[in-house]
């Protein structure tokens, strides 16, 4: 145990913490984005795989990393498309339609893998990016200036749809349309588009995320995410639908798994008792959700389809 | 017809991959349907499959005509695994005639326990349980994968190999193979009691109309009287119960009559817990039809080895065409209908609640803890 309270070993845990966080805050934060227009979408985690495949298809064919993270945006823009017809236009129910979605993602990206590549075969992405001065800073700088430049976006995208869902007219609407659709309609915002786009900003990043996540790996294989799409809606639940709230999730989640890992490699759990931890994050999540199920409320509109009609 | 719809166009998509990825879509369904049902063998196979399926899809029947949405069919799977071959590891010297219907209730009860959490905290703590589900998936993944790799690891495997795996369970707890068969053991007529019991718990029990009741109404259910809190609860027990004789059956029913896990839940349960769901969908949420679902979609899932052969199409093809099935049954207009008038129900209760509670609004607690997502959600 004392291995593990060393300085090196403590900033080396901080440090892949926050690299194990990025693709389920990216994730995180389009699901917060979607819920808070009235959408729950669980098809995250196939979204994550079809664009994690994606991505990693184009950077094996072309060796370009910039046309994977786009691939894996396009695949999300498709995917939030397909799941806007599905839940704002035919209004279905979208516990069970997003586990069609994750169905469907597994299944395909896992069959495209098999017939397009077979083999693992590692690629290369991003090399970490040291912020000048700032990565210099003895342990400080190791620890959060000395990542790829992956990570520093997906943070900086916190305050940034913080700001997009509390000061634009955008964010505006789209609460509006999460908490009360009818009287947003009434007002002549139109509930379709703003979902539509929430939808789509939200399939985005979960595709960037799964882009994220091979990127960051090296490797694709036959269910590569293992759940973190899953964890990516806790998170928002988690959070409180809030930006910062995800941050602070995705973190604890990334330097519970990041611990983890490193008692493992110094011999401190066996493989056995790391399962026993990995637990930890998800019993964690329902005890949140218990607290939170009493003091915050959830969007109003969450899950509920808008029929102008009624 | 929906269903069947659904099915048909997931299949004309995936004769457009089967092209785009180079293979004959006409052969490759042929495959198909011969590996699924062409000879004894694979109808066999086939049955062998469409076990785990057809007790989640009645498990799942339960739980969405209660209205309430149980994801975790996977964890519930393994839970009942667990608990089984605990039982088994401990009093593995009893004769077969007891033990055997002793694996078949510990799964049950393993799987009840497993659902039975999410009840609660739904019924009692206004906790979603899709979300709680998933969570619960999470850690009985991670709960098997500690007891496979120690606790009740195959001491074998402990000094050498270190596949996380038992040892090979009791033969006394083996499911005796039917008659006549090679493979297709005693599960498949378990599966099918199994499916008819729901059909009469569902339809002329009790407990059954209250579970259908709250589906249909929560508020007229507690206007009427009923528990519905306790019936939450039923519905999620009972759901668990289900998927965790499937657990118990894929254990005692492998051929190598070891619990076995590769670290994620797939590994174990071959989605089982998912596409029980897509089966329970195809079969209208009804006991009886989930029993032909059941043995199409194991067919699917036996055909798609076939056709992998015949085609050099990956297996995997099936899991995401089940995918488009789920997606294309919700997406109908006729579940739009029936949707659409839980919502007009919905929105007088809410017009209830807001009577009853200004300060509140739309008496977002209870909403939460009473109506099932199948009430939330449409509402």
Redesign the interface.
Known sequence: MSDFFTLASLVFVVGSGIRLATPMLLAGLGEAIGQRSGVLNLGVDGVMLLGAFGAYYTILETGSAVAGILVGVAVGLIMGLAYGVITVTFGAEQGISGIGIYLFGLGVSDLLFQKQVGTPLPIRGFSDWHIPFLSDIPRIGEMFFQHSVLVYMTFLLVPVVAFLINRTTFGLDLRAVGENPAAADSLGVSVARVRYSAIMIANLLAGLAGAVLAIELGIFQQNLTNGQGFIAIALVYFGAWRPTGVMAGALLFGLVSSTVLQWRTLGIVSGAASSLMAMAPALLTIVALVVISRTVGQPSALTRPFDRGK | MVPLAAVLASFVIGAV?LLM?GADPIEGYRALVDGAFGSPKALSHTAMKAMPLLLVGVGICIAFRASV?N?GGEGQMIAGAIVSTVVVLNVGDLPPLVLVPLVFCAGALGGAIWGAIPGV?KAY????E???T??????A???M??LL???I?DPAQKTSGRIPQTERLSANADLPILPGASRLHIGVLVALAVAVFVYVLLWRTALGYRLRAVGHSAAAARYAGMPVKRTIVAALTLSGAMCGIAGAVLVFGSESHRFVTDG?S?GFTQ?AG??G??TA?FGALHPLWTIPSSFLFGGLLVGAETMQRAV???K????????????FV???ER??RV??ER??RE?NRRADHSVDDPAT??G??TD??VSG??G????
């Open positions: 991959i990825l949405i994801i905290l703590s206004g906790v979603n899709i979300l709680s998933i969570m619960l998936n999470i850690v993944v991670q709960f994968n500690f790799r120690d606790p690891m994620s797939v989605s998912f596409n769901i897509v969908l050099q199409v990956p995997a093809l099936m899991v995401g065409l089940n995918g488009l099935v789920v997606v919700v997406s109908s579940l739009r949707l659409r919502a007009d929105t609004g739309a977002r607690s939460s803890s997502p199948l939330t959600a449409t509402p």
